[in-house]
């Protein structure tokens, strides 16, 4: 796909009219169709009352689970819809019972925190023991360093693909590789990597892989999804659970009897508003394909940090487009005030303590608005003009 076939993806994302909007670290344009899949899902509810479970709310878990294996390279019916994260991280962890032997979970100071929470609560209860890995420099890890954490006693490595705040890529294969060589499994969460790096559960070999599609594949919140390696589908019993996981829900029987296959890690009713919204999204990135947005996106990030140091801003994301995803950082002492004044002025972009402002490129991105938004952050800290904006940044 050209570039001008990509940038005509931008009448299909209202906001991009009136913004310039590079924020898809965040939360990624909506497409317009979310408009009418949001719509076919009212008119389903509606017309089709209760019957709509039997005629795809049930199994939409499922289906549109089909649409992020595409994306995400695992193959059909191994992926399940649920609402974060979090949820699917608790999920996990739900499968296992620690033993004095392997007890221990490794993970880095720059995972995603809500990720780490999940674990420090179960942790509590005294049978896991966390071994956090320091960063040098707040924004990478390093690799060996990581890889040493991991030994015969670890049970799980829960990590970041590239880590949120400052878009550093970590090597998968490598982390996978170390932690099965020791009988660890690994939890990928793909949140920042799918949907702009291209790469395979499969090939990665991953046990479990997680993530939403708040950000890089358009889909709005709700639609968290679990990957979950074929072989493990039929020994792990997870605890967090419910009877969308039994093997006949509807039987209402009063003991679980686990799913074969990929249901079994589902748990209650699903959220079927945010399964219809996050469609549409989907469609768009498997359209493209990932290979093609992160050619652009290396392209433009590339650009951005050329364009941020001539202007004289220090950035603070790696330089080198192999060790980084698609976005890319700025420093500065008052980058939360500079980040508040670009958003009054419809560059929208974010800030995070440590790394700076966060400026993320998609496949719907002109060159000119990278231009736009470095000239506009140039002429806010020469003008003083973030001073006035005061320091505290917006919620997102
Ligand atoms: C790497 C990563 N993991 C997880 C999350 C969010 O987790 P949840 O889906 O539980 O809100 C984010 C959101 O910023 C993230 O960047």
Not at 264 to 284: K, T
């Amino acid at each position: 796909m050209s570039e001008e076939e990509l940038l005509k993806w931008r009448r299909e994302f209202p906001i991009l009219e009136k913004a310039v909007y590079l924020i898809s670290h965040s939360l990624g344009a909506m497409p317009r169709d979310t408009f009418s899949r949001l719509n076919e899902y009212a008119e389903m509810w509606a017309t089709r009352g209760v019957r709509a479970w039997a005629e795809g709310w049930w199994d939409m878990p499922v289906t549109v689970g089909n649409d992020v294996a595409g994306i995400i390279g695992a193959e059909r019916e191994t992926v399940v819809m649920h609402q974060n994260v979090s949820i699917c991280q608790s999920l996990i962890l739900s499968c296992f019972e620690p033993t004095p032997k392997r007890n221990k979970i490794v993970y880095s100071e720059l995972n995603f925190p809500s990720v780490m929470y999940v674990y420090e609560a179960h942790a509590r209860e005294g049978k896991l023991r966390i071994e956090t890995v320091p960063s040098d420099d707040g924004n990478t890890i390093d690799l060996d360093r990581f890889l040493a954490a991991i030994d015969e006693e670890t049970l799980l490595v829960p990590f970041s693909h590239v880590l949120f705040k400052s878009g550093f890529l970590q090597n998968a294969k490598a982390i996978t590789d170390r932690a099965h060589e020791v009988g660890a499994m690994v939890v990928l969460d793909a949140y920042q990597s799918a949907g702009t790096v291209p790469f395979s559960v499969k090939d990665l070999n991953v046990d479990f892989a997680t993530g939403g599609s708040v950000k890089w594949l358009c889909g709005g919140p709700g639609a968290g999804y679990l990957y979950v390696r074929p072989d493990l589908h039929h020994t792990l019993r997870p605890k967090t659970t419910g009877w969308m996981a039994h093997e006949e829900p509807f039987a209402f029987e009063t003991d679980l009897r686990y799913a074969s296959g990929i249901r079994r890690f589902l748990h209650g009713s699903p959220a079927i508003p945010a399964l219809y919204a996050a469609q549409s999204g989907y469609r768009i990135i498997n359209e493209i394909g990932v290979e093609r947005i992160r050619e652009k996106s290396v392209r433009q990030t590339t650009r951005l940090i050329a364009l941020a140091e001539d202007a004289g801003f220090s950035v603070t994301s790696p330089k080198s487009a192999a060790d980084r995803g698609g976005t890319i950082t700025i420093g500065h002492d008052d980058a939360a005030a500079i980040t508040k004044e670009l958003i009054r002025r419809e560059f929208i972009v974010d800030y995070r303590p440590g790394a700076g402002v966060r400026i993320s490129p998609h496949f719907y991105n002109t060159d000119e608005e990278l231009e736009l938004v470095i000239a506009e952050m140039k002429a806010i800290r020469d003008t003083g003009a973030y001073e006035k904006a005061g320091g505290a940044g917006a919620a997102f």
